[in-house]
Protein backbone atom coordinates (compact mmCIF):
# COMPACT_ATOMS: atom_id res chain seq x y z
CA UNK A 1 0.00 0.00 0.00
CA UNK A 2 1.61 3.28 -0.89
CA UNK A 3 1.22 6.73 1.18
CA UNK A 4 -1.84 7.92 -0.76
CA UNK A 5 -4.15 4.82 -0.82
CA UNK A 6 -2.44 4.72 3.11
CA UNK A 7 -3.83 8.08 3.62
CA UNK A 8 -7.11 7.48 2.07
CA UNK A 9 -7.97 4.57 4.00
CA UNK A 10 -7.01 6.52 7.10
CA UNK A 11 -9.09 8.94 6.31
CA UNK A 12 -12.11 6.74 5.46
CA UNK A 13 -11.81 5.39 8.57
CA UNK A 14 -12.41 8.19 10.24
CA UNK A 15 -14.62 9.28 8.27
CA UNK A 16 -11.84 12.64 8.27
CA UNK A 17 -11.87 15.31 5.28
CA UNK A 18 -8.08 16.20 3.77
CA UNK A 19 -9.38 19.57 4.94
CA UNK A 20 -9.82 18.33 8.96
CA UNK A 21 -6.36 16.51 8.29
CA UNK A 22 -4.77 19.66 6.91
CA UNK A 23 -5.96 21.23 10.06
CA UNK A 24 -5.32 18.68 12.68
CA UNK A 25 -1.90 18.20 11.63
CA UNK A 26 -1.21 21.54 11.97
CA UNK A 27 -0.29 21.26 7.66
CA UNK A 28 -1.60 23.71 4.22
CA UNK A 29 -4.13 22.08 1.81
CA UNK A 30 -1.24 22.45 -1.02
CA UNK A 31 0.84 20.34 0.96
CA UNK A 32 -1.71 17.38 1.10
CA UNK A 33 -3.00 18.24 -2.45
CA UNK A 34 0.68 17.81 -3.33
CA UNK A 35 0.69 14.24 -2.50
CA UNK A 36 -2.08 13.17 -3.74
CA UNK A 37 -1.14 14.41 -6.97
CA UNK A 38 2.26 12.33 -6.52
CA UNK A 39 3.95 15.67 -7.13
CA UNK A 40 5.85 15.30 -4.09
CA UNK A 41 7.20 12.50 -1.56
CA UNK A 42 6.33 13.59 2.19
CA UNK A 43 9.14 14.59 4.15
CA UNK A 44 9.52 12.60 7.34
CA UNK A 45 8.14 15.88 9.30
CA UNK A 46 4.90 15.70 7.25
CA UNK A 47 4.34 12.30 7.85
CA UNK A 48 4.48 12.73 11.21
CA UNK A 49 2.56 15.55 11.24
CA UNK A 50 0.06 13.31 9.73
CA UNK A 51 0.82 10.46 12.11
CA UNK A 52 0.61 12.91 15.11
CA UNK A 53 -3.14 14.35 13.62
CA UNK A 54 -4.42 10.59 13.28
CA UNK A 55 -2.79 9.60 16.76
CA UNK A 56 -0.43 7.00 15.47
CA UNK A 57 2.98 6.12 14.87
CA UNK A 58 5.17 6.16 12.23
CA UNK A 59 5.55 2.37 11.99
CA UNK A 60 1.59 1.93 12.84
CA UNK A 61 1.05 4.47 9.08
CA UNK A 62 3.62 2.00 7.64
CA UNK A 63 2.45 -1.34 9.08
CA UNK A 64 0.27 -4.21 6.81
CA UNK A 65 -3.02 -4.92 8.68
CA UNK A 66 -3.46 -4.03 12.51
CA UNK A 67 -0.32 -3.76 14.50
CA UNK A 68 -1.18 -4.97 17.70
CA UNK A 69 -5.01 -6.91 18.71
CA UNK A 70 -7.55 -4.54 20.27
CA UNK A 71 -10.50 -6.29 22.20
CA UNK A 72 -13.37 -4.17 21.20
CA UNK A 73 -13.75 -2.57 24.41
CA UNK A 74 -10.24 -0.82 23.38
CA UNK A 75 -10.88 -0.62 19.47
CA UNK A 76 -14.60 1.42 20.50
CA UNK A 77 -12.35 3.87 22.93
CA UNK A 78 -10.01 4.22 20.19
CA UNK A 79 -12.36 5.14 17.60
CA UNK A 80 -13.88 7.59 19.23
CA UNK A 81 -10.49 9.06 20.73
CA UNK A 82 -9.27 9.75 16.73
CA UNK A 83 -12.30 11.88 16.28
CA UNK A 84 -11.43 14.24 18.78
CA UNK A 85 -10.39 17.16 18.48
CA UNK A 86 -7.31 18.42 20.31
CA UNK A 87 -8.92 20.00 23.08
CA UNK A 88 -11.46 17.37 23.50
CA UNK A 89 -8.28 14.74 23.54
CA UNK A 90 -6.18 17.19 26.15
CA UNK A 91 -10.09 17.04 28.62
CA UNK A 92 -10.62 13.01 28.17
CA UNK A 93 -6.70 12.67 29.28
CA UNK A 94 -6.99 15.06 32.15
CA UNK A 95 -10.17 13.24 33.15
CA UNK A 96 -7.97 9.95 32.63
CA UNK A 97 -5.04 11.50 34.72
CA UNK A 98 -7.53 12.44 37.51
CA UNK A 99 -9.24 8.60 37.94
CA UNK A 100 -6.06 6.88 37.91
CA UNK A 101 -4.44 9.55 40.28
CA UNK A 102 -6.95 8.21 42.87
CA UNK A 103 -6.07 4.81 42.73
Known amino acids: MDTVE ?8 RNWTE ?3 AKEGGLSMSTLQNIYKHNTIPT ?6 I ?8 SQFFAEGDVVDLSPE ?6 GWVNLTAEQ ?6 MVDAFNHDK
Open 89 to 94: KRAVQT
Open 19 to 21: YRL
Open 74 to 79: LKRLFD
Open 51 to 58: CKAFGITL
Open 6 to 13: RLQKLLKE
Open 44 to 49: IETLER
